[in-house]
């Protein structure tokens, strides 16, 4: 069973707006949560994090929202760039060192 | 800059074959991690090692094996190629639990 679940397979957003990528989970033991940031051909590189005590984190044109009542989290990247096209993972930790990640949203930026 | 390299990037290879996926980082990190990621799905950790002579199952049964005998070099093998094993395989390390740092993967075909 999904413990982490990003529902949107994909999203396009034009060149300047803000997109809004979504991630529900389901284990309230979660500590900390991350998002990965993957291109073509490459790994995974960790984009932004944010710990379960705080319901924000920003970092440059990157912002991270917390809502652990709903068990909700998103990343709002304003404003949107062209080289933000790539797939966004969303994960979670429960201190032991493991992650575990979601199925990721592929975002298009258009011109 | 990460520096964590895995060979080969691509590879075809024959039901049976014996295969070694190498993954080698530079950063002296003792936490070392292969995920298996398909097309579109999320990466599901299969091994891990918290340092030399330390290795572990993760959370999706894997018929492959691990070892860590340096720091530096955690290389995962395939005694007997399937084309059930045919994935993504990526291989991080970490120095603290939530920032991982990803090589750029093994795409491996077995026919």
């Known amino acids: 069973d999904q413990q982490v679940k990003q529902n949107s397979p994909s999203l396009s957003v034009q060149e300047g707006r803000i997109s809004i990528l979504n991630c529900d989970y389901t284990n309230s033991m979660f500590d900390y949560f991350l998002w990965y940031k993957k291109y073509p051909a490459e790994g995974p590189t960790f984009l932004i994090s944010?710990?379960?005590?705080?319901d924000k984190n920003e970092d440059g044109r990157f912002t991270v929202f917390l809502n652990k009542s709903a068990k909700h989290l998103s990343l709002h990247i304003v404003p949107s760039q062209p080289g933000d096209s790539a797939v966004y993972f969303c994960a979670a930790s429960y201190g032991d060192d493991k992650i575990i990640f979601g199925k990721g949203t592929r975002l298009h930026i258009l011109p | 800059e990460a520096d964590i390299y895995q060979t080969p990037r691509y590879l075809v290879i024959g039901t049976g074959k014996k295969i070694t996926l190498e993954c080698s980082q530079t950063?002296?990190?003792?936490?070392m991690y292969w995920y298996q990621q398909d097309p579109g799905m999320e990466l599901h950790l299969i091994h891990y090692?918290?340092?030399?002579?330390?290795?572990e199952k993760g959370d999706l049964s894997s018929e492959s094996t691990v070892s860590r005998i340096r720091t530096e070099h955690f290389p995962l093998t395939l005694e007997s190629a399937r084309p059930s094993h045919t994935s993504q395989y990526l291989c991080a390390s970490s120095a603290n639990p939530y920032e991982q740092y990803f090589g750029p993967g093994t795409r491996l075909t077995v026919t």
């Open positions: 950063m002296g990190h003792d936490k």
């Open positions: 944010i710990s379960s005590i705080k």
């Open positions: 090692s918290y340092g030399v002579n330390s290795t």
